[in-house]
Each structure stands twice: as C-alpha cells, then as structure tokens.
C-alpha cells in the first residue's frame, strides 16, 4: 500500500475505495470513501500522491472516527503524534484535527495562532461537510454538499501538519490555545449583528445630538455609519463608557456588561480610570464637542481574522448641553474593500480629500493637482481616518515635493491616546531592502522605547518606496518625537548602501 500510480483524481479515490472495502463492511467503507471525496475534494492530485498511500489511509479512517461525536456545545480539537503501531498511520510532522461549526475566520485564526508560535505550517486540508447528528451528537449522516437538508448543519472540518513536537505538554499547551482562539472566533461572530445593531441606535440618534455640529457634518456622519455596516468594517468588539464626575475630578467608567465580542474575554481598556490621568491630548480629544469620531488603534493585536492592531471607532455621547459625557467604541478591521475604494468616495474621508485639495492652492487638473490627487488615494487608510486635515496637508506637499527626488525622508505622527507612532518613511527603489528595514525597524525601536512594531511596504511607480511603521509605544504625556535624530541616524544607514543618496 506504499508506491502509488495515478493519473487522475477519480483513479485516487477508486483506489481508496477498493482498499476500504477489502477491510471494512462494505455500507460503512461507502460512507468512509464519500467523506474522502468531500475531505481532498480542494487537495491537488500530486499532494495526495506524494504521501504514503497507506499513511493516506489510515489518516482517512482516523478522521472518520474523529467526526463520529460532537455535541453542540462541543468544538473537538486533537493535537498528536499519529504512531503506526497505535494509529495504523505516521507522519512525520504533528498533526491537529478540528471539527467545528462552519463559520467565517476558522482558518485565519487558527493560522495566527500557530504562526505567533513560530511554528510551521506544512499542509492545511479544510473542508465544509454537511452532517446530520442525533440529540446525543452522533453523526447519522454525510450529505452530499449540493443537498439542502432542514435538519442538517454544516461543519468545517480542519486538518493542519504543523512541525513536529514531542513533549505532551507542548501538544497540550498548543491544543488550548487554539480552543481559546475559537472561543473568541465564536463571540466574535455571535456579537456582529448585535454590535451592528449600536451602530443603528446611534444612527437614530443623530437627528437629535446636541453635539456642536452642523447639519452637513451630521448627515456626513451618518453616511459614514452607514457605510460602516456596507462590509466596509469587521466588527470583532464593542464597550460604552460614561463621563462620570466626583469630588477628585472626572471617571471614564466602562458601563457594566456594555461589552461584546472579542471584548467581553479580552479588553486591554481598564473598568474605570481617571480623565486627568490620561495625557492632555488624549483628554483634549475625548471631550472637544465639534466632533463625534476618534479614531485610534488597539494596543492589543487581533487573534481573529488578522493578526494586526485592530482599529477603534470611538462614537462620543453627548447630554442635553452639549457636553460629551461618554463614547460607544467598536473594535475591528477595515475590510479589504477600503483599501480598493478612493478616499474621495468614502464618508468623512472625502471631506477631508477635498480639503487638502482646496487648501493645497494647486489646480485639480494641472500637474502638481494630479500628483497631490495620486498622493491621497494612495495614502494609508488608517492614518488618512487618523491624522488631522492641516496635518495631512503638510505631509501630503512634502511627499509631492520629494516624489522624483532621490532621497530618504521620514514622517511621523503620534496617535491621540499616545500609544502608537506611525512613521511614513521613503526611500529610493534600488537601495530598499530587507535588511536596510530591519535596520530602520532597530533604530525606531531603540530611539522612541518602544514595544512592538510592524511594517506595510508599497511600491508605485514612484523612484521611491513607501514603507508604513506602526509602532507601539507606552504612554507618556507630551512626548517629543525626535524625528530630526532618527531621520539622520537612517539617512547615514542608507547611505552605507550608496554615497551621496540624499541631497539637502
């Protein structure tokens, strides 16, 4: 059962099934051969004939029996070493079988959680099977997918061969995690429509907010909800907090059971802390009445969908004077659709687009218009959601300004709770590489203190490359960015590449 020949597929699973049922009861090897039609129904005919056809058979019947039980309450995860002597089947990797409700996120999740571990990934076999089950969970019956079925449910059922790992502690440390990872997948998901729903509340409550707002900018703001909930944001979590005062001051105070989603296990935000503890800034920005947003990062990576610091849209409450007395926040991804629309056709960011266009002096047809236009479309969306129309001015004129120009240049902002600096940083095309970014990446880390830091590149067709740091940082009050330093430290870097790159 080792040498195998095939050329197609269908001789594959002719083969499997003439090896079942010189073993097993023929209604039951049936069964058995439909699941492995179903299972490596996605899984190319050269990876399955790669594999020792035994070894392909016994991990066939090993899954077969893993699917037999699963209650609703119940998400199995196996995390093992299979043994030939007490599994009839070896690999040399280890090997992690799941079987949950078929719902979005399962793979990217559990791809986080293993790649955060440093450890690799060799095969990921996933597939959607349609099953009846008893009261009890035993399954009855395999459907075929085409088949709609009232009294079945789908279930993802998800093979991973990860590097091999012997310790059983290892094997149960990783089998946890990953059970904690669905756990916040499951909330994650269950929450969405209730947390859409506050994005709804909050619509009915536009028309009558005594926030120091205009009626354009109201409407503004309401489109711009709406078209949150458009698939334009994954909402993993949601909290409410109020304004609460006493003798010694102001209490941000998280409302009790407020929150939802992956917030409800995992919520870096304290229960209460005091509004004068928290910098300036940050205070200035959570009680200014002329506008609704803040829009900032979690300090806290997602373990859901995508492992990057998810975004927070703050929605701030305000009492009959107008005055804010608290914020509603919704935790999540921008969806890739963002980053495929124009910044001009996307609410509050086409206020902003049009303003730095107006300001800028320059004619939207002539050449510097179309360049400043390119600029802006082409700009990361969250920092065009985060930085200050003025601000953004500012930096889009230089980046125009140094555009064909062969040299190095860096731009830096620190965002309103203090916990972030985003770093903006240019370079000529043929000297940017790895190493020159990790480079940068030590010198960023070193110069600002800071935790953690990650990197977006983008290459145009621009002599230049735009690299995005997002940069982790504790909070301090007025902290003093030494951009003139860090910028010289990385020019002197770049220019051990080549001499003479930056012209002054």
């Not at 035994?54 to 029996?65: I, K, R």
């Not at 601000?391 to 125009?400: E, P, R």
């Amino acid at each position: 059962m080792n040498a195998l020949t095939v050329a197609s597929k269908d001789q594959f699973f002719e083969q499997l099934a003439d090896a079942f049922a010189q073993k097993i009861a023929k209604t039951e090897a049936k069964k058995i051969c439909e699941f492995a039609k179903q299972h490596y129904a996605h899984i190319p005919l050269e990876e399955l004939v790669s594999r020792r056809f035994s070894d392909t058979y016994g991990a066939v019947l090993a899954a077969w029996q893993f699917l037999q039980k699963r209650s609703a309450d119940e998400t199995p995860v196996s995390v093992f070493n299979p043994d030939l002597e007490s599994d009839g089947w070896q690999s040399t990797h280890t090997v992690i079988f799941i079987l949950h409700p078929n719902i979005p996120f399962l793979i990217d999740s559990l791809r986080i959680a293993i790649n955060q571990r440093e450890i690799g990934t060799h095969s990921i076999q996933h597939s959607i099977l349609q099953v009846e089950r008893t009261e009890d969970g035993k399954l009855s019956k395999l459907l075929p997918n085409k088949r709609a079925n009232k009294n079945s449910q789908f279930e993802a059922f998800i093979v991973l061969e990860i590097d091999r790992h012997s310790d059983p502690a290892d094997l149960s440390e990783l089998e946890e995690a990953l059970q904690k990872v669905l756990h916040e997948v499951r909330i994650a998901v269950s929450d969405f429509p209730i947390v859409t729903d506050k994005v709804c509340e909050i619509l009915d409550e536009l028309d009558t907010t005594a926030a120091g707002i205009d009626d354009e900018q109201k409407e503004e703001a309401r489109a711009f909800l709406n078209w949150l909930v458009q698939d334009h944001f994954t909402f993993l979590g949601y909290d409410e907090y109020d304004f609460a005062k006493d003798k010694s001051g102001m209490v941000v105070r998280r409302v009790e059971n407020s929150e939802l989603g992956i917030l409800r296990v995992n919520n870096e935000r304290p229960d209460r802390v005091r509004l004068n503890e928290l910098p300036q800034r940050t205070r200035h920005e959570m009680t200014r009445t002329d506008d609704i947003f803040i829009f900032a990062k979690s300090a806290q990576r997602s373990r859901v969908h995508r492992p990057a610091y998810p975004d927070y849209i703050a929605v701030k409450k305000f009492n009959s004077k107008g005055e804010v007395v608290g914020e509603r926040r919704f935790l999540g991804l921008y969806t890739s659709r963002v980053y495929n629309e124009r910044p001009d056709e996307i609410p509050l960011l086409r206020r902003k687009f049009q303003n730095v266009i107006k300001r800028s002096g320059f004619l939207r047809d002539d050449y510097a218009g179309k360049e400043l236009d390119q600029i802006l479309t082409v700009y990361p969306r969250d920092e065009l959601f985060q930085i200050e129309s003025k601000d953004l001015l500012k930096v889009a004129k230089n980046i125009l300004y140094i555009q064909e120009r062969r040299r190095i240049e860096l731009f830096m902002r620190e965002d309103v709770y203090g916990q972030f600096v985003t770093c903006l940083a240019f370079f000529p095309r043929d000297i940017y590489n790895t190493e020159l970014r990790q480079k940068v990446e030590q010198v960023l880390l070193d110069r600002l203190e800071a935790e953690d830091i990650e990197f977006v590149t983008h290459f145009s067709e621009s002599v230049l490359a735009r690299v995005q740091f997002t940069i982790r940082v504790p909070q301090v009050e007025n902290r003093q960015i030494p951009i003139a330093e860090i910028r010289e430290k990385v020019i002197e870097m770049a220019q051990s590449w080549r001499d003479g790159l930056y012209e002054p």
